[in-house]
C-alpha cells in the first residue's frame, strides 16, 4: 500500500495510507485529483492541528487550482475513514487533527490563544488546574 510522509518542520509528520483514501474516495464517487493529492500531501507534513483555511491555502501552495470545497468533502471523507477529526475553539474556528492517537480535549487561553491537549477528559481537571495557573482557560470538550 503506498504510503505518504514527510517530515516537516511544524510536526513529526504523519504516515498516510493513500491507497485506502484513493479506494474510498472512489467508492464514494468522488474522483482522485491533483488537488486532493496535494490535500494528503500537506497533511503528510503536519503533526498536531491545522484549520481548515490553512490548509487551503497550503494545498494551493502545491496547487493554485484548489477550492476550498474539494478541501473540505475530501476532510469529511478522511474524519470518516479516522485519518483526521476535527473540533472547534473556543472562538469558534474549526481545527483538524491528523492521525489522533486517542480521544483527548483541549484548553485555550482566551488571553494569548495558546492551545494544549489533554489527556482523556477523567483526568483533565487536574490537568487544566496545572496548565492553566496564570491563564483564562475555555475548554472544548473534543
Do not use: F, K, N
Amino acid at each position: 500500500m503506498a504510503e505518504a510522509r514527510s517530515d516537516a518542520a511544524r510536526g513529526t509528520g504523519a504516515t498516510i495510507p493513500v491507497d485506502l483514501v484513493r479506494e474510498q474516495l472512489h467508492a464514494r464517487g468522488m474522483r482522485w485529483t491533483p488537488q486532493r493529492r496535494a490535500l494528503i500531501e500537506v497533511l503528510s507534513g503536519l503533526g498536531g492541528h491545522v484549520t481548515g483555511a490553512e490548509l487551503v491555502e497550503r494545498c494551493r501552495e502545491i496547487d493554485g487550482a484548489t477550492i476550498p470545497s474539494t478541501v473540505y468533502r475530501t476532510l469529511d471523507v478522511l474524519e470518516d475513514l479516522g485519518i483526521v477529526s476535527h473540533s472547534h475553539r473556543a472562538d469558534g474556528r474549526e481545527e483538524y487533527h491528523v492521525l489522533p492517537d486517542a480521544e483527548h480535549g483541549h484548553l485555550q487561553c482566551l488571553t494569548c490563544g495558546a492551545s494544549w491537549e489533554l489527556p482523556a477528559r477523567r483526568r483533565a481537571r487536574s490537568s487544566v488546574a496545572s496548565s492553566a495557573a496564570g491563564r483564562s482557560p475555555s475548554i472544548s470538550p473534543t
